[in-house]
């Protein structure tokens, strides 16, 4: 006994979440300089921490994102690994105004500053290892 | 304030391929009772859904099974992960299955069709991407609440 719009719609849905997934899975953890961020700062009073005397790795993270362990863990490890560096994690619940300010859509978003705080790369989802290494590299030479 | 990490410590850790199993389960079973129209099949799945979401997703029926016959095959995980983000997921998908369940044993069947298609959308995007849709709303109706007017 087959629902002929249940069948349409089970199709159509597939079809468009395999799309999306493809697509999402190609952005994901894509470091990109966004114009948005152009002229954006964040100061060690804002993050409730300091700065990174090079370069600052800056997460956004809830309780509930389920990948926001694994970016958490690689980039505390190349913050360790890089000197002059910081890793400092953010729960995006507990500060609606940044989230707010910055545009902060999901979890994890991962905000790269140089020693001045400014962004310089943002990426959303979860991390590339290739990705941050570059990443540090930009914002260390900046 | 590199050392405050949030979420931690951590209620509970599960294998993660646990949930990705289940996912595809309920992949499979949330696309046949769309193409069947069938209430109580999705019913069932409402159910499974509602015990990972208050029990954990250990005692849900998808769990054991894969705790009983996949697990031992596979050996130990390299990983393990709070459990929290896929619970969640599971009380989203509770939500669905009982407004999806409403409107194929009572009515509206649209509303049937369309619960059914949104949990589907979001068991598919677990199985084949790892992609968790609950987490991602979580933020948003965060964020929404937060415009409300009389939060400082």
Redesign the interface.
């Known amino acids: 006994?087959?629902?002929p719009?249940?069948?349409v719609?089970?199709a159509a849905?597939?079809t468009?979440?395999?799309l999306?997934?493809?697509v999402?899975?190609a952005h994901d953890g894509r470091l990109r300089r966004r114009r948005a961020d152009a002229g954006r700062f964040l100061s060690a009073t804002e993050?409730?921490?300091?700065l990174g005397e090079r370069v600052t790795l800056v997460q956004f993270?809830?309780?509930?994102?389920?990948?926001?362990?694994?970016a958490?863990r690689l980039l505390?490890e190349l913050?360790a690994a890089t000197p002059g560096a910081?890793?400092?994690?953010?729960?995006?619940?507990a500060r609606?105004d940044l989230?707010?300010r910055l545009d902060?859509?999901?979890?994890p978003t991962v905000l790269v500053l140089d020693r001045h705080g400014r962004i310089v790369r943002r990426a959303s989802g979860p991390q590339r290892r290739t990705e941050v290494v570059a990443a540090i590299e930009v914002a260390a030479a900046g | 304030m590199s050392d405050a990490f949030v979420g931690t410590p951590a209620a509970a850790v599960i294998d993660p391929r646990g949930p990705r199993f289940a996912a595809a389960v309920t992949t499979v079973v949330l696309a046949v009772s769309l193409v069947t129209g069938s209430g109580p099949l999705l019913a069932a799945q409402t159910l499974v859904f509602a015990v990972g979401a208050l029990l954990g997703l250990r005692y849900s029926p998808y769990g054991l099974l894969y705790r009983a016959v996949l697990r031992p095959r596979l050996g130990p995980p390299e990983d393990v992960e709070d459990e929290r983000p896929p619970r969640f997921a599971q009380a989203v998908g509770l939500g669905f299955g009982v407004l999806g369940t409403i409107g194929y044993l009572v009515g509206p069947v649209w509303l049937g069709i369309a619960a059914c298609a949104g949990a589907l959308a979001a068991a598919f995007l677990n199985a084949a991407f790892g992609y968790c849709l609950g987490c991602e709303l979580y933020l948003l109706a965060v964020r929404l609440r937060g415009a409300e007017p009389d939060r400082g």
């Open positions: 006994m087959v629902d719009a249940g069948l719609v089970c849905v597939l468009a979440a395999g999306f997934g493809t999402r899975a993050l409730g921490g300091h993270s809830t309780a509930l994102c389920s990948s926001c362990p694994a958490r505390r913050a910081a890793h400092v994690e953010i729960d995006a619940e609606p989230v707010g902060i859509l999901r979890t």
